[in-house]
């Protein structure tokens, strides 16, 4: 991911102006380690951290129409460039950058040209001819991207908080979907698919239509000049990935350029359960797999990095950013440069361990839309800003227009968590992929148990991160904690460590206010706490806490009756389609 930054009619053209935006821009460095640009027009400065996926050569930025009239700095890959190209006959590209279609569909269009962008995008855009700009985030905020407004009329772009909070009067989360036109002042939602506004949908449930749309998804994103691979946590999402990417793999671009063969990654504690586990997915798909251990306190010593790369407090954010923030710098020092992962899938067909208790279809459909709106400000941000820390650049397929489009359309009835019948959290997932001609992966993986990357890593771990802080934060300094931070006042000890630790970096109320609160179990929005009482009183983000439903769940006297391997042998009964295996 790039590093943007852009200052708008900040009244000031001066060199002390130019010197103070290069030193902002700076602070964005990690993200594109590869080139840095500043162009400036009159009181208007674009700056660009550079980080080279596509067209290393000739791509730098900021990019142009053919007279430089329309200046545009992105951080995104517009994955069909190639297709938008074929609309522009009548334009001459400066570059073979996939973002270099950006100022020319300007031209053309006008400001409705957003919605045909396919892809992860943040951009400002410069129209030198009236000195008016536009600036856009991509559908579901897959890049980050912050507004704020100083005390001179000046408009304040950013990738990440830092690029702006000590020169801004407010500032706040770009809202994803959305743009903001100079001309009007205000922000506009470009992105209006038919899930947003939560109706209940009633297509049928089609396993192969679900497989062709994944693996679209994942197929458009091997795009890429540079060397890439896969995290793979062993867990469902990030097994499908890894095994479509490797199916596919042997016929595009990138493997003539790089070869076929496919490099995994995972990070855990020694003997964790995604390290198991993803061992065993790598040797069936035959990647060349990277295995990075770290510690406790490995973790524990990087907690002040993370917390200032990731710009939050939320505490199920944190603790899972911290394996992904060690990860991703072992992955760059290997001159990988891009990553393709599994977030988005478990808010899409509801797979986190709380969803076994929605009380009907309903109910569980508006979880699904309420988690998607949400993932800018949890997964999204950890994948984005943890890989950005080094220079990675992490690609989400499960969040293709799309495919959320088809996945979403499905009615909820399909995705219900049923367990007299055998179908655990995202079936219809695990469904549309059981190939018993070509299979993608094994049976007892295809149905393993969700597991949050935060667990999957090692369970010490969220252990060792409380006992850390019960060391730092004394039960005084709790009794106080509604004084000392009224907003989102932390009601645990591991969430006023982390607190601490923000506030030093980003002191600021609008900084705090860039982050979400509420209670919370097993990732729930708080609204989904009210579907079970006994839950009001075990609030914590970790799967373990969804009682009665995870396998190591917190305080479970029994077993669960329901094991893998039951799933495994009640998978005829699970199956409302017929069963024949789906072909591609």
Not at 49 to 73: H, M, Y
Not at 80 to 93: C, G, P, S, Y
Not at 98 to 113: K, N, Q, S
Not at 520 to 545: F, I, M, Q, Y
Request: glycine fraction near 6%; hydrophobic fraction near 35%.
């Amino acid at each position: 991911m790039c590093g943007i930054l852009a200052v708008l009619g900040c009244s000031d053209d001066s060199q002390a102006k130019r010197v103070r935006v290069l030193e902002l821009s700076r602070r964005l460095k990690h993200r594109g380690p590869d080139w840095s640009g500043l162009y400036q027009h009159g009181d208007c400065y674009l700056a660009h951290q550079r980080l080279a996926i596509v067209d290393p050569a000739s791509g730098d930025q900021p990019l142009f129409n053919e007279d430089k009239s329309v200046v545009v700095t992105v951080n995104g890959e517009i994955y069909n460039h190639e297709e938008l190209r074929k609309k522009l006959v009548n334009h001459k590209f400066r570059t073979g950058s996939d973002c270099d279609v950006i100022a020319h569909l300007y031209e053309e269009y006008g400001e409705d040209f957003v919605d045909m962008l396919d892809g992860i995008f943040s951009f400002v855009l410069l129209d030198t001819r009236d000195n008016s700009y536009i600036v856009a985030r991509d559908a579901i905020g897959v890049t980050s991207l912050y507004i704020g407004w100083g005390l001179d009329g000046s408009v304040w772009i950013s990738s990440e908080m830092k690029g702006l909070n000590d020169d801004c009067e407010h500032f706040e989360c770009f809202p994803p979907g959305h743009l903001y036109s100079s001309k009007t002042g205000v922000f506009r939602r470009w992105y209006n698919p038919p899930w947003f506004s939560e109706a209940i949908p009633s297509v049928p449930y089609d396993p192969l239509v679900l497989r062709r749309a994944f693996e679209n998804a994942v197929i458009k994103r091997l795009m890429t000049d540079v060397p890439f691979g896969v995290l793979l946590s062993g867990g469902l999402d990030s097994s499908l990935v890894a095994s479509i990417t490797a199916r596919y793999l042997a016929g595009t671009k990138t493997a003539k350029h790089w070869g076929s063969q496919l490099h995994s990654f995972c990070v855990g504690l020694e003997n964790s359960p995604d390290l198991q586990a993803a061992r065993e997915v790598a040797e069936y798909l035959g990647t060349v797999h990277h295995e990075f251990h770290f510690t406790v306190q490995d973790g524990i010593d990087a907690i002040e990095d993370v917390i200032y790369h990731i710009e939050t407090y939320d505490v199920t954010t944190i603790r899972a950013s911290t394996p992904m923030f060690l990860m991703s710098r072992k992955i760059k020092s290997l001159g990988v440069k891009m990553v393709i992962s599994g977030e988005g899938s478990d808010e899409i067909f509801g797979g986190y361990l709380y969803f076994h208790k929605a009380p009907n279809k309903d109910e569980f459909h508006h979880e699904t839309c309420r988690k998607i709106k949400a993932l800018h400000q949890y997964d999204c941000l950890r994948a984005n800003k943890a890989t950005s820390a080094w220079g990675l650049e992490a690609r989400v397929p499960f969040l293709d227009k799309q495919f959320i489009n088809v996945a979403m359309s499905i009615d909820p009835e399909s995705k219900m968590i049923k367990k007299d019948e055998g179908r655990i959290e995202k079936w219809i997932l695990r469904r549309a992929f059981d190939d018993e001609e070509h299979p993608y992966l094994p049976k007892h993986i295809l149905y393993r148990q969700k597991e949050q990357f935060s667990d999957g890593v090692g369970y010490s771990w969220i252990d060792g991160l409380k006992a850390h802080a019960d060391q730092h934060v004394t039960n005084k300094m709790m009794r106080n904690a509604s004084n000392i931070f009224p907003h989102n006042t932390p009601t645990t000890k591991e969430a006023y460590y982390y607190r601490m630790i923000f506030e030093r970096f980003f002191p600021q109320n609008s900084a705090r206010l860039t982050v979400p609160g509420g209670a919370t179990v097993a990732c729930s929005t708080a609204k989904a706490v009210e579907w079970d009482s006994a839950w009001k009183n075990n609030l914590d983000p970790s799967g373990r806490a969804a009682l009665g439903v995870h396998l190591s769940a917190y305080n479970a006297e029994t077993p669960l009756s329901n094991m893998p391997s039951k799933v495994i042998d009640n998978i005829p009964r699970m199956i409302e389609v017929p069963r024949v295996a789906i072909q591609s």
